[in-house]
T-cell receptor
Framework: DGGITQSPKYLFRKEGQNVTLSCEQN?????MYWYRQDPGQGLRLIYY???????QKGDIAEGYSVSREKKESFPLTVTSAQKNPTAFYLC??????????????FGNGTRLTVT | SQQGEEDPQALSIQEGENATMNCSYK?????LQWYRQNSGRGLVHLIL???NEREKHSGRLRVTLDTSKKSSSLLITASRAADTASYFC???????????WGAGTKLIIKP
């Protein structure tokens, strides 16, 4: 079955440590996205990539970094510079390049807790 | 800034009843999408409606779009326990196709 796999489901880290969240898709989608979801709020875009070896900052990119070396993979690193990293992180993919005119496919998320 | 805002924030109904939730937005859009999110899971796409469309159906789901009022509604008919989830609308601005998300409506279906 085609889909998006995020791992791990739960991640616990100490403050000051960098952590990398994995996102893999086998839908052959060109575009991939990272969102952050906080309780009672809508999704906020961190980074997106429309093609391999290219990515763009979203609304809340500070303290995060990404890479897109393969079409299938779009890992997100939460760095120690991110002031409030505890959140639910969602990876999505789409046929792109425009977000609004085609549906997004989401992974099941990674819940990151930093103490 | 928040473009889409769902209303109500929470809704609790009996199984078998219809559930209606609304989404309002501030500026012109190209498209509006509705998604469902079960607790602790990713979002699942339900329906995409374009700005030149007024109504779309998918099974027990009916979405309407009123561009003059800048609002959309999602109707779930004959609700089931499995419909318990949060429902989000996402809009893209007329001049920018990036999606902007509302905070969601939490729907609880009581058996």
């Amino acid at each position: 079955d085609g889909g998006i796999t995020q791992s791990p489901k739960y991640l616990f880290r100490k403050e000051g440590q960098n952590v990398t969240l994995s996102c893999e898709q086998n839908l052959n989608h060109d575009a991939m996205y990272w969102y952050r979801q906080d309780p009672g709020q809508g999704l906020r875009l961190i980074y997106y990539s429309q093609i391999v070896n290219d990515f763009q900052k979203g609304d809340i990119a500070e303290g995060y970094s990404v890479s897109r070396e393969k079409k299938e993979s779009f890992p997100l690193t939460v760095t120690s510079a991110q002031k409030n990293p505890t959140a639910f992180y969602l990876c999505a993919s789409g046929t792109g390049p425009l977000l609004g005119n085609s549906p997004l496919h989401f992974g099941n998320g990674t819940r990151l807790t930093v103490t | 800034s928040q473009q889409g805002e769902e209303d109500p924030q929470a809704l609790s109904i009996q199984e078998g009843e219809n559930a209606t939730m609304n989404c309002s937005y501030k500026t012109s859009i190209n498209n509006l999408q509705w998604y469902r999110q079960n607790s602790g899971r990713g979002l699942v796409h339900l329906i995409l409606i374009r700005s030149n469309e007024r109504e779309k159906h998918s099974g027990r789901l009916r979405v309407t779009l009123d561009t003059s009022k800048k609002s959309s509604s999602l109707l779930i008919t004959a609700s089931r326990a499995a419909d318990t989830a949060s429902y989000f609308c996402a809009t893209d601005l007329d001049s920018n196709y990036q999606l902007i998300w509302g905070a969601g409506t939490k729907l609880i279906i009581k058996p």
